[in-house]
């Protein structure tokens, strides 16, 4: 019989002191998990056997709320860390993880994380092979903070910031501005009628088949924190480009439309979490487009910019009135905490 008096498990300061507790809960829910030979043998540092060229990353998330529509803090660091890498053309392999809890977090929470994690992680293939718990007095994490790490082999070589071509296409992947539209929600608990949820994935089976096809990728992007303008200004002065790109053709749902308008925002500067920008020849952008179509993203991904000689360095926004302006670096911190 369910017993309304009894106390949810949290988490105690000596589930981070190194003794009983610690080894319980590590064993019992971080082991049991991510179960996998090289994070079983229990030792300071994985041992790993890699040739060839490798992509390393590392990522802290501290998101509030931990849990929002379409996502949580967990499933926001596995796809977070693994797009880092699939934007270098490599292969998720290894994944680091450390944990930092407040004392008094619910243990079934915690669980709910971790749970969110392996499901991530069985879209990429990635191992969690080692990681550190430290617990923290209440009040001083603001229940829960994840600090990862990763490792991937590099199948496709010659993506860059600075390997961007004149007369390359952008093409985006999905509608923009999800995620930080879908965090602004939660976080001032606006009672909207809407089913506008974080676009937060994992973007490697996709790349996967843009490789394979043997597409001449020269960059690609996931346009996280500073959102499609943060990725579009780097590129265009890390190769020393103009890049124009048409406003009407960026795919942005009405809910993230709406958000905008309440709260002054721009959607191209919104945080996205499983959108990402690839440039590429023009003559490859169609057949780009049926792959990423067909295995992963929305029917919205589109081509949305091209790159030429003029005005070096800065990105030129189209407006839908035949008006030109410039699309510069977003200012500012528009949503702390966001990732």
Known sequence: MFDINKRPEVIQLSHGGGGKEMN????????SAFNNPILNND????????????????????????????????????????????????????LSCSFII?????VGKLKKVVDSMVNEMDKSGAKIVCGDTK???????DGLLINTSGIGRIQFDGVSVTNIKLGDVIIVS?????????????????ALETTL????????????????????????RDATRGGVSAVL??????????????ESAIPVCDEVKGMCELYGFEPFDLANEGTFLIALPEDEAI????????????????????????????????????????????????LPRIC
């Open 24 to 31: 319980k809960l590590i064993k019992s829910l971080f082991f």
């Open 102 to 106: 407040e004392e008094g977090f619910e």
């Open 174 to 190: 999905r509608d923009i501005g999800r995620h930080g539209a879908a965090i602004l929600m939660e976080r001032e608990s606006l």
């Open 197 to 220: 949820t974080s676009d937060c994935a994992t973007l490697w089976p996709t790349v996967k088949h843009l490789i394979e096809a043997k597409l001449e990728i020269h960059a690609m």
């Open 43 to 94: 030792e300071d540092a994985a041992r790993l056997h890699l040739n060839g060229d490798i992509a390393f990353t590392t990522d802290s998330f501290t998101v509030s709320p931990l849990f929002f529509a379409g996502g949580d803090i967990g499933k926001l660091a596995i796809a977070g860390t693994v797009n880092d890498l699939a934007m270098m053309g490599a292969k998720p392999e290894y």
């Open 135 to 141: 617990v923290v007095p209440k009040g001083c994490a």
């Open 287 to 334: 057949k780009a487009l049926d792959i990423m179509h067909e295995f992963g993203c929305e029917a919205t991904a589109a081509i949305i910019g091209r790159v030429s000689e003029d005005r070096p360095g800065k990105v030129i926004l189209k407006t839908p009135w035949g008006s030109r302006r410039y699309l510069d670096l977003p200012q500012g911190e528009l």
């Open 233 to 246: 200004n780097e590129w265009a002065m890390g190769s020393n480009v103009g890049i124009t790109v048409k």
